[in-house]
Structure formats: structure tokens, C-alpha cells
């Protein structure tokens, strides 16, 4: 796990530089006034003391590790390299922008901007997330604005006194914290992890009203998913299922279609023919528009369910004869019998009754292509296997 090996890091230097920690703080901490790039980072590796330390790589334990499940270990680290420069940047920009002459020659050190930055992604993918303190329940969201109100209040009286009710607040670099956290609030936003964290969360709790028995409590929860996602072609497919379950058919078929049009757009065919099988299972009379039966019977011909497109597209030929569907339609099952099936005869009678249905078709002359290649197949298939042979 990345945040493991950042939490290893972190430890292993702190215990190697502890008897030379200032030296170590001079040669590899932010110094405003001796601007190095590679320090925004070495910076965030080091602790002064094991107190500042622990504090710091537990919350990124709590926060990081499920941040990092998330989104993956490449994305969390380079993530968390970018919080270390927007923290580090945020503090020197505050130092010659608002404080004494004397903060821009001394070394700041430490992951707490880094882990802001951290505590800032995960309040927004996260926003749902419950801990237990004490026996209760209190949202995530709630105990990282309480820090964060802390922060802000005490960064702003750094700014215009070094002392307050005994603490040292110019000795921690609050607006570092500050500008890792608002990094990471950008971050989260531009990857719209807000939606992803609200359709996990509204799922989950389908999911657990559904086990529950209470179907109308998971409906809802899906509705106000589909507010939020409305092209979540999943959240539709499950909702229709919901209200087919509780026998409410205007309900459903709307979200049933919806789900198989969102799915075929999105080029899951597999996923939209599953939910017409059970659309189908559920309301034996429901029907597709024709371009969207069309699409699937279309499908299921390029996975090698023949049987089960030629009798879609048969359907489209009877049930809507005058529309440019139900002509292709024929035009498909001629070329699956003649090319698949090897039924060369099924695939004359096909393309005859297409010649004879659509004289002025624009696929006319491609129908009579097909047929001479049927009658030539049919040809020789009966001087290879006479009438009468074994």
C-alpha cells in the first residue's frame, strides 16, 4: 500500500535524523527565503519529535488508507505528492505575503499539510461516511470541519499575533495545512468525486432496504440517485426491477427502457439485453421502440445468439412492416440463414418475400445480390447431396 510505505518513510527518517534533526531541518525543510523545489517535498518527511509525528501518520492511516482503495496506489501517491507542493507553496506565499522577515529564514518540516490535503479529498468522496466516537455515530464530514474551523481560526491569528493563551501558533504553519486542504477540496471537485461518493452511499443503502424488505425505501433511494446521475443506466435498471417487484408496471417499463437506452448508448449491449430479458420475464407484453429491438436483435447475431435475432428481427418485419428497420430486418435474416445457418433455401424464401414486400426499396439491388448467391449455394449443395442420398 502506498500510504503504508509513506507511513514507513516518514518513520524511518524521523528515527534516522532524530539526533540531527537540525541540520536535517536546515538541509532538507522549507526555507522560504532559500526556495528549493525538491524540498516542497523532502519537507513533508520529516517530524520534529515522535509526538508530532505520530499525530500526523495515524490521520493519514484513517483517512488515506481508504482513499487509496479507492482510487487506486499510483493515483494516491501522485496525489499526495501534489499536496505536498500546494501546502508547502500556501506557507511560503503566506510568509512574504503577512509575516515578519524572520519566518522567511526558518525551517518549517512536517507531513501535516500533506495529510490536509489527504483529510480534504476524503471529506468530499466521503462525505457520507460515519466514524464511532465514543460509542456514537458521527459523520466524517462533521469532525473534519471542526479541524478545519480550527485551523482557519488559528491561521488568522498567527497572522497578527505570535501568541495565544500560551500556544507558539507561528511555530506551525496553519496556512500550509489550509492550502493541503484546499488542494485536496479542488482535487475531489474536478474528479467528481462528490457524485461518486453520494452513488456509492445511496446504493448501499438501496441495497440494505432492499434486504430489509422495505422495496419503497429502496426505490427512493435509487430516485434521488437518478436526481444526481440521471445517465446511471444501473440506477434505472435496479429501479425498474424494484417497481416490478411491487407489481407496478406504469412505474417500471419507463425506467426499464430508460436503462436499455442509457446501456445501448453507452455500447453495453450485454448489460442492455440483460435487462430486456427481464423486462420481458416481468411485463410479457412490454415492447421496445423498433430502432432500439433493432439494435439488440443486432447484438445478439454478433454474439452468436442466431436463433434468438432472427426471431426479434422477424417480429420487427410483422409488427412495423412500414418502417427502415423492418426491411434490414428481412435483409439480416436472409444473409444470417445463407452465411451462418447454411439454409440456403430459408434464405431465397426470406429474400422473395422481401423483394415482394419492398419493390422500390433502396436495398433492392442487395437483396438480388443475396438471393443469386442463395440460389448458387442452394445449386450446389443439390448436386453434392442429391434428394434421396444418404
Known sequence: MATLGIIAA???????????????????????????????????????????????????YIFGSRLERTVGKLEFGLFYIGACFASSLTHIAIVFASLPPYYATRAVVGASGAVAG???LYAVRFHRKMFRVGGVEVSALFLIIIWLVLQLIMGVIALYADDFLGLRLRHVAYWSHLGGFAFGIITALIANMALQGEREYLTSESRRNENEGNLLGAAQNYETLIKYDPDNASAHANLARLWAMMDEETQSLPYYRNAIKLYTSQGKEDEALAVNEDMKRRWPHARLSTARRFRLASYMAEVGKYERAIQTFRDIADRDPQSPEAQMSLIKIGHLQLSTLADPSASIATINSFLTRYPKSEWRKLAEEMLERAKDVAFQQSVLFPAGDL
Open 118 to 120: 489527504v483529510m480534504g
Open 10 to 60: 516518514n518513520v524511518v527518517l524521523t528515527v534516522v535524523l532524530r539526533h540531527g534533526f537540525d541540520n536535517a531541518a536546515r538541509d532538507y525543510g522549507i526555507i522560504p527565503s532559500q526556495f528549493r523545489m525538491g524540498r516542497l517535498i523532502t519537507s513533508a518527511f520529516i517530524h520534529d519529535g515522535f509526538l508530532h509525528l505520530s499525530m500526523n501518520m495515524i490521520l493519514l
